[in-house]
């Protein structure tokens, strides 16, 4: 419920999931997509806000909140999905949760971008789709994998 919700609001979490979308949105801005093959990819203000959203939920649960996680940060085109990043959200703690957050291409453009797959160097931006999922996984617990598709 909303009165539980604000109760787990952590002002501290807040600040360094601002950090973290920073770091993302860099990491995404020379993804590495194809053999020799960089992309810059731009992530909707809508998905931004969802991702931090969702971020900040499957935290606040966790024992050190945002600051215990490790987040995977990877894009699936096709049947593919390619590794962009790992952060570890506050190095100096311990990490009891690891997140892998999957952000999609916008399909819309498909068509247009299968040649950036091929051998060659370029530079191109591309729009990310606002659907992704986020894999949560207790690194201090031997629970189920949790799975949210947004």
Same mark, same amino acid.
């Given at each position: 419920?909303?009165? =539980?919700? +604000?109760?787990?609001? =952590?002002?501290? =979490? &807040?600040?360094? @999931?601002?950090? #973290? !979308? +920073?770091?993302?949105?860099? !990491?995404?801005?020379?993804?590495?997509?194809?053999?020799?093959?960089?992309?810059?990819? #731009? !992530?909707?203000?809508?998905?931004?806000?969802?991702?931090? *959203? &969702?971020?900040?939920?499957?935290? @606040?649960?966790?024992?050190?909140?945002?600051?215990?996680? #490790?987040? =995977?940060?990877?894009? &699936?085109?096709? %049947?593919?999905?390619?590794?962009?990043?790992?952060?570890?959200?506050?190095?100096?703690?311990?990490? *009891?949760?690891?997140?892998?957050?999957?952000?999609?291409?916008?399909?819309?453009?498909?068509?247009?971008?299968?040649?950036?797959? *091929?051998?060659?160097?370029?530079?191109?931006?591309?729009?990310?789709?606002?659907?992704?999922?986020?894999? %949560? %996984?207790? #690194?201090?617990?031997? /629970?189920?994998?949790?799975? &949210? /598709? @947004?």
């Amino acid at each position: 419920s909303l009165p =539980d919700l +604000d109760l787990l609001h =952590d002002p501290e =979490d &807040e600040l360094l @999931c601002s950090n #973290l !979308m +920073d770091l993302v949105q860099a !990491m995404l801005g020379r993804a590495p997509l194809g053999a020799k093959r960089c992309s810059r990819l #731009l !992530m909707p203000a809508q998905l931004l806000a969802q991702v931090r *959203t &969702e971020l900040l939920r499957l935290a @606040c649960s966790e024992p050190c909140g945002l600051r215990g996680a #490790l987040l =995977d940060l990877c894009v &699936e085109h096709g %049947k593919a999905c390619h590794d962009v990043g790992h952060i570890a959200v506050d190095p100096a703690v311990v990490p *009891t949760f690891q997140l892998t957050l999957v952000l999609r291409l916008d399909s819309r453009f498909w068509p247009k971008i299968q040649g950036l797959f *091929t051998s060659g160097p370029a530079f191109t931006p591309l729009k990310l789709s606002t659907g992704f999922r986020v894999i %949560k %996984k207790k #690194l201090y617990s031997s /629970e189920q994998l949790l799975i &949210e /598709e @947004c």
